[in-house]
């Protein structure tokens, strides 16, 4: 029997969420969470202490990402994403096949190193580059975008520092980075392979065998000696047709390496820092905010530049998009939402680990499609916490989680922060995507890769186990 | 603690093969790539002639 609480609290869910994938007039996609997060408080469905527990939970991980954004932006500002994009074109040899796996790599190593929205930060401004040096159009663009950013989110499976909402859920689950690593590495790579290739099947047609203007880019390159090579360059042709980077100074000079030394030392530094300081328990934000700031302090006085560009290029709508969705979500927890969910599939989930693994990884996977993978976890973490599953069943369905959380969630953009930075990020350089085209292709290729790695979870586990 | 060695370990090795993946090509390989024909454009011109 529902109760008036829960109805309400149902209904402004459901309504939240038909905003949000209608978004009427193509309004901001925090606007529907925000109205839906106030109601929930004015009718008294979550309470000020809820917002409190919220605000502190979705505060941790943008601070991170904001200083992970103010980083990105400092190193933007000083042509290292140029020089980047510049030696990728390169690589790619003319092949936009070549450039295509170029491009999926980068991603891959990008979010291994940081972690999802670190890499959606840095890998976008670089693939945008490419895509603007080479000359591709919207059509031939866009797969290079969008794989990119697939593979930038959904590589923070393997590792558990890789997606703040990993570590959300190792707190809570109590599993260590090492069990992690052990049992999710295999699955997840399975997974990431599957929809790499699926990606370029899918977009084969619009993936240039040979790029055009890639002989004229090289050329350029070549005689403007971007990489500073000790003798001048031999071959010193004149272009016979303008490009874009032969009429701008800006747009190719070189990096100042002194400066790029210095930057990239404290973002190494600051990496290791938060390895280290958060085995003794000091909050990576505060590692991460700390950070930002000593970049930013060193442009600042090597170049003058303040912080008005960071402030201008950092996402807050997405913000408060994470908050107000958290908050709805919690809405329906607090009106017993999650003990319904635990009736209804307990005891399938309990029957066998690979009934477990498939709806645990399902469940999260659609909500976190539909509500975000942050509020999600939360949602799975306490489904399988108070289910009273034997310990092994347990580990595995909060494995099941991530999978569901980090690769299911990629199906519609408002799944994961990352994705939503992304599309931000690729609005303010006046490339449109929508919904829909981000939709058309994830909706078949998510599903499979996400099934693949579930299916590799359950034989991973009895193999090693 | 072995944990997080662990992990730190995995990001350095990613560290090291993205910080590899990312520099440029050697001079040599530049050089060749430079000197390549523009091959499209000809093609384009060549297509245009003989329309």
């Not at chain 1, 958290?326 to 005891?347: C, R, S």
């Not at chain 1, 990020?425 to 995507?433: E, M, P, R, Y």
Request: aromatic share 12%.
């Amino acid at each position: 029997m529902m109760t008036t609480e829960s109805t309400l609290a149902l209904a402004i869910f459901l309504a939240t969420v038909l905003f949000l994938l209608w978004r009427p007039k193509e309004i901001n996609e925090a606007i529907p969470p925000a109205i839906g997060a106030t109601l929930l408080y004015c009718l008294g469905i979550v309470s000020f202490t809820d917002m409190r527990y919220v605000f502190d939970t979705v505060t941790g991980a943008s601070i991170t990402i904001i200083s992970t954004m103010a980083m990105s932006i400092v190193l933007e500002s000083m042509g290292f994403f140029r020089w980047v994009a510049f030696n990728l074109v390169a690589k790619s040899e003319g092949s936009g096949t070549r450039l295509y796996w170029n491009v999926i790599l980068l991603c891959f190593l990008t979010t291994m190193f940081f972690n999802n929205d670190g890499s959606i930060v840095i890998t976008t401004p670089i693939i945008i580059e490419i895509v603007n040096i080479l000359e591709l159009t919207p059509r031939q663009q866009f797969p290079y975008l969008l794989s990119g950013a697939i593979i930038a989110t959904a590589s923070s499976a393997p590792i558990g520092v890789s997606n703040l909402a990993n570590l959300i859920a190792l707190k809570i689950v109590g599993v260590d980075l090492i069990t992690h690593t052990k049992y999710m590495f295999v699955p997840s790579m399975m997974g990431l392979i599957t929809i790499s290739i699926l990606f370029f099947l899918y977009f084969r047609k619009d993936i240039p065998l040979r790029i055009p203007a890639f002989s004229r880019v090289c050329m350029l390159l070549y005689r403007r000696n971007i990489h500073n090579y000790d003798r001048p360059p031999k071959h010193d042709h004149p272009p016979k047709h303008d490009h874009p980077l032969a009429n701008s100074k800006k747009q190719a000079h070189s990096i100042n390496w002194v400066m790029f030394r210095v930057y990239m030392t404290v973002i190494i530094v600051v990496r290791v820092c938060l390895f280290i300081f958060s085995y003794y328990g000091i909050p990576i934000e505060g590692v991460a905010a700390l950070g930002a700031l000593i970049v930013i302090l060193i442009r600042w006085c090597s170049q003058g530049t303040g912080i008005s560009d960071v402030l201008k290029k950092t996402p807050w709508h997405v913000f408060i998009f994470a908050f107000g969705m958290y908050l709805v979500v919690y809405g329906l927890h607090n009106a017993k939402f999650t003990d319904l969910i635990i009736q209804w599939i307990k005891e399938p989930v309990s029957a066998n680990l690979g009934n477990a693994i498939l709806i645990i990884g399902i469940l999260v996977t659609v909500m976190a499609s539909l509500f975000n993978n942050h509020p999600s976890i939360m949602l799975g973490t306490i489904i399988i916490t108070n289910m009273g599953l034997a310990q092994n069943y347990f580990q595995i369905a909060y494995l099941a989680i991530i999978l569901g959380s980090d690769v299911g969630s990629l199906i519609l953009p408002s799944g994961t922060l990352a994705s939503l930075i992304w599309m931000f990020i690729l609005k303010n350089n006046g490339i449109a995507v929508t919904w829909k085209q981000y939709i058309k292709a994830t909706i078949l290729i998510i599903p499979i890769g996400l099934l693949v790695s579930l299916l590799s979870l359950y034989w991973w586990t009895l193999l090693i186990s | 603690m072995v944990a997080v060695l662990t992990v730190l370990l995995i990001d350095c090795i990613a560290g090291i093969a993205l910080f590899s993946f990312i520099q440029p090509v050697t001079r040599s390989r530049y050089e060749e790539l430079a000197s390549l024909p523009i091959d499209a454009e000809k093609i384009v011109q060549e297509g245009e002639t003989s329309e």
